[in-house]
């Protein structure tokens, strides 16, 4: 399974937020997915709605696509990605602890 | 007692309640050995029963090679239906016998079992594809199990679920372990912990339930214990009648039992007593596989051996002629070489007719075995030879060719030249099956030479076919005239119809291709004489060669026709690697007519399923084009490993459009531009050489466009010699003319000299046809030579309220699709006609459509309705 960030534009500032606007259209929407075999992580999307991020993991780009379809959402740019974060040589040392962190006595 | 399978069994007998009214379902259901698989079953047989339903079940054997067609048999001869057995009796007819199995399934309302599908023979596993598909327009479930634990990825029965799950009435379902509740409930009243018992078990009914009827203090480490520990309170004469009973896979004959266990009837009934045996028809067998295993394998290996004899003679015994496939097995159990000798040749023919290709290959093998006992090395090379002719047409290419080279060496060794060359002869054709172009032509020629200088044979008009074959692949026309005419000449005078239709198919097609037979004559008329003698298998070939000519010459309407045709008719025939290489065909046409989503997605689909070198090489190259296009990831993945094989093939079909999909990506995707164009120039020299005015054009005008153009010297294919003539619309035109939109705007963008608003609609059309990659690329070039108000692309969409049809509606839209009116929709699905009015009205609003047709329309392009080969529409030939 690989994983993929797709960008989207919206016209009409409704957004990603249509495909989870109701407990129907939510199951709706995932079962879409699942029958493209595609699973929805999670999406960033813009104040405004006319943009969002949207993280999926999917066997190929076409499955991707397939979803997309099933759930009308438009596709500007499928992207494939791996999560990358800020602590790749283990955790921070104790004098960097963020602040409210308990103290070991 | 049937613990925690409730929602199972649920689904199941509902869908009993549904085929009554005429909507059949396939339910698949998986698990691990002892899961309770087939106690599953039983229940469903029951519920049928209460239903007042017919139920019948057929089982796959645990043979060393399996019965073809066995669970068939089983339930057509219990049904009975005439009409099945004496197709089955009768021999290869293989389309008449689907066809036959499909109206039993239409009559009445019925539950049909196949179990243990994982030991299924190739024949079971293509007439379960074949039903599968149509289930939902029988009046039947069919529940088929299998143990998921024993299937690697590419067994069959992985790619059988996987092909058939997505589609209507399909259901799939794994069994779970019982949970600590229930195998506690199990326990109940007995002296073994729950707990324990749970943790080594690990929630396997067959485990747990052997385990307490074992009745030991202590729970055993393993299956193997507990099953021995049971048959350790047996009696002696129980437990040899349980060795004997072990030794027969599937069901013992209650007679055999007697036979090779006089007045055993008291120690019968004593297995039957403690549950380790039981009734089954008119004979018996052991309560679970696992069992039956453990126990055959605790028997010492003489004794193992003299029981299979005596149960092979018992079958010898019984008249009427032995089960061909069940002889085999106990003879090989029993190291009986003679009667190996004497059955496995006839049940591998008879597998062969039935084909199942694969378990005709296993019992030629066995008589291989079986002849090398006996010290006789020309039936060892028949025998491997044959056994190399199944594994070619079962698709077990690495094993095919080992087996050739062994026959090979024994012929030679013998000095039997004929059987040398005509054995080189089978060598070529499976060298080009897997892509190695050099050897392939090596072994040809070395069969022709060495049967030209003997007298004329058939073997020698089979070796002049398959280099005719060599010639075609390579495209040297005139050497496909020059063996497919000695060919034919030789053929005919010998009366040997097939290898004359076989050379007749490869002239035609050479002429069709190189234009002088422009309408395909010659090759539509060898289909016709193969079909008349009845020679599918080149009946199939010869389609997909007609309509591979036809998409090179780009008349996609004829090459549309075709395909559908062909396809159909190899699936009908169980053609599977006729149907791939058509379905990538199909995949092309589409990339070239501009359909980008419908090219992909078949790509896909042939690649996930098809693992022929030819088949792959044509859809990594549709989708790593589809993708570059389109600007999606995974481009260089399916071009690199398309190349790796087009490389290997040495065939300019293959080379050309992979070197000019690399050009093009490099182009697109300003990545890995200098290795790209020195690929496409050295593939450039193979073009002009053997190459045609199509494949050579593109290869001239991607170089140009790169900026690094070749001077032209050989005769184009009009729309590519145009633009190179600097007349970009003029190549536009002639795309158009073809139905090229990709090409069309391609041209215009890329060649010289074209005007600003052609370019601006080309970048349109680009954008339109979803070629986004391509369209920015464009947009880029055309800003930097200072054109500006570039179309921006088609409005994203405007999601107020996504169009979700419910399960209902989806239903109606499908048997809308079908052709049905509303008046046979509400009889379908049992609702008034006013619902039924309803529900169109929402799917036609839901999908913006104002009529059927429309909306139909729009659902495929959704991808709504559930696509598969034998769907495409076909007209008639």
């Known amino acids: 399974m690989r994983r993929y960030v797709v960008e989207r534009s919206f016209a009409d500032g409704v957004g990603m937020s249509a495909a989870v606007s109701s407990a129907e259209a939510c199951r709706a929407t995932l079962e879409a997915n699942a029958r493209a075999d595609v699973t929805w992580i999670h999406s960033y999307v813009s104040s405004d709605g006319s943009k969002s991020f949207c993280l999926y993991e999917a066997p190929t780009p076409e499955a991707v696509r397939r979803a997309s379809t099933l759930n009308r959402l438009p596709v500007d740019s499928i992207t494939e990605v791996r999560t990358l974060d800020p602590y790749p040589f283990g955790s921070p040392s104790p004098k960097s602890a963020p602040v409210g962190a308990k103290q070991a006595i | ?877």
């Open chain 2, 1 to 877: 007692m049937l613990l925690e399978r409730h929602e199972q069994l649920d689904l199941i007998l509902d869908n009993l309640d549904v085929a009554i009214r005429g909507r059949g379902a396939l339910v698949f259901v998986g698990g691990e050995a002892g899961i309770g698989k087939t106690a599953l079953v039983n229940a469903a047989v029951a519920g049928a029963r209460d239903r007042k339903m017919e139920a019948f079940i057929g089982a796959c054997d645990p043979l060393a090679t399996p019965r073809p067609l066995g669970p068939l048999q089983d339930i057509a001869y219990e049904l009975p239906d005439p009409a099945i057995i004496e197709l089955l009796d009768r021999g290869p007819a293989r389309f008449e016998l689907f066809t036959a199995c499909l109206k039993m399934l239409r009559g009445r309302p019925r539950l049909l079992a196949f179990e243990d599908l994982h030991w299924a023979d190739a024949a079971t596993l293509d007439l379960l594809t074949y039903l599968g598909r149509r289930i939902a327009t029988t009046r039947v479930v069919l529940v088929a199990t299998y143990r998921d634990d024993e299937l690697d990825q590419t067994h069959p029965v992985r790619v059988l679920t996987g092909e058939l799950g997505t589609g209507e009435q399909v259901f799939r379902m794994t069994l779970p372990p019982l949970s600590q509740a229930a195998v506690t409930t199990l326990a109940t009243g007995r002296s073994i912990d729950a707990h324990e018992l749970y943790r080594l078990t690990e929630g396997n009914p067959f485990f747990a339930t052997e385990v307490l009827a074992a009745g030991t203090a202590g729970v055993p480490s393993a299956v193997r214990e507990a099953v021995m520990a049971r048959a350790a309170r047996l009696s002696p004469q129980a437990r040899e009648a349980l060795g004997v009973a072990a030794v027969v896979p599937q069901r013992v004959e209650l007679d055999l039992l007697l036979t090779l266990c006089p007045d055993s009837e008291a120690a019968i009934d004593e297995c039957q007593h403690r549950g380790i045996l039981v009734a089954d028809g008119g004979g018996l067998r052991f309560r679970h596989e696992i069992a039956r295993d453990v126990i055959e394998h605790s028997l010492p290996a003489a004794h193992r051996r003299a029981l299979n004899r005596r149960v092979l003679a018992w079958l010898r015994e019984r008249g009427s002629g032995p089960e061909l496939a069940r002889a085999v097995h106990h003879a090989v159990a029993g190291d009986d070489w003679d009667a190996v000798l004497e059955f496995a040749p006839a049940a591998a023919a008879r597998a062969a007719a039935m084909g199942a290709h694969r378990e005709s290959a296993a019992h030629y093998g066995a008589a291989a075995v079986a002849a090398e006992h006996r010290r006789s090395p020309s039936d060892v090379a028949d025998f491997v030879y044959r056994q190399a002719c199944a594994c070619s047409l079962s698709d077990q290419m690495a094993e095919s060719l080992a087996l050739f080279h062994r026959s090979l060496d024994i012929w030679q060794q013998a000095g039997n030249v004929r059987r040398v060359g005509d054995t080189l002869a089978r060598l070529c054709r499976v060298q080009l099956t897997i892509g190695n172009g050099a050897t392939a032509r090596a072994a040809g020629d070395r069969a022709v030479a060495l049967l030209e200088v003997q007298p004329a044979s058939p073997e020698l008009a089979r070796a002049l076919s398959t280099r005719a074959g060599v010639a075609a692949r390579a495209n040297e026309y005139d050497d496909v005239l020059r063996y497919g005419r000695r060919a034919v000449a030789l053929a005919e005078g010998l009366g040997e119809e097939e290898t004359a239709v076989h050379a007749l198919a490869y002239i035609g097609c050479a002429e069709f291709e190189r234009g002088a037979d422009p309408d395909g004559s010659l090759l539509t008329a060898a289909i016709e004489r193969g079909r008349v003698g009845g020679l599918d298998e080149h009946v199939g070939r010869s389609m997909l060669n007609l309509a591979s000519v036809q998409l090179s010459h780009h008349d996609y309407p004829a090459a549309l026709a075709s395909l559908a045709a062909g396809i159909s008719y190899a699936d009908e025939h169980g053609f599977d690697v006729f149907v791939g290489l058509m379905r990538a065909e199909r995949a092309r046409l589409a990339l070239e007519t501009g359909d980008l989503d419908a090219a992909a997605d078949e790509a896909g689909a042939v690649l996930r399923r098809y693992q022929a070198q030819d088949t792959r090489v044509v859809a990594l190259t549709v989708l790593g084009r589809a993708r570059a296009r389109r600007g999606d990831p995974g481009v260089w993945e399916a071009l690199d490993e398309a190349w790796r094989i087009a490389d290997g093939t040495q065939e300019i079909q293959y080379l050309g459009p992979a070197a000019a999909a690399c050009l093009e990506a490099a182009l697109l995707l300003s990545s890995r531009f200098d290795a790209s164009v020195k690929v496409a120039a050295a593939t450039l020299d193979l073009a002009e050489a053997r190459g045609t005015p199509w494949q050579a054009g593109e290869l001239y005008a991607w170089l140009a466009r790169a900026g690094r153009p070749e001077p032209v010297t050989t005769e184009l294919a009009e729309p590519w010699r145009r633009e190179l003539a600097g007349e970009p619309r003029a190549a536009a035109e002639a795309w158009g003319a073809l139905g090229c939109p990709y090409e069309a705007s391609m041209a215009i963008l890329w060649g010289v000299g074209a005007d600003e608003s052609d370019a601006r609609k080309a970048v349109d059309q680009l954008q339109r046809i979803g070629a986004r990659q391509a369209a920015a690329v464009a947009t880029r070039r055309l800003r930097e030579r200072g054109i500006r108000r570039i179309p921006r692309g088609a409005q994203p969409t405007t999601l107020v309220n996504p169009a979700h049809l419910t399960r209902r509606e989806l239903e109606v839209l499908s048997l809308l699709a079908q052709g049905l009116s509303n008046a046979e929709i509400s009889a379908r699905l049992f609702v008034s006609t006013k619902t039924v009015e309803h529900h169109v009205g929402s799917v036609l609003a839901k999908l913006g459509a104002r009529g059927r047709v429309g909306a139909i329309g729009e659902a495929r392009r959704l991808g709504l309705l559930s696509e598969s080969p034998s769907t495409v529409a076909s007209p008639k030939q």
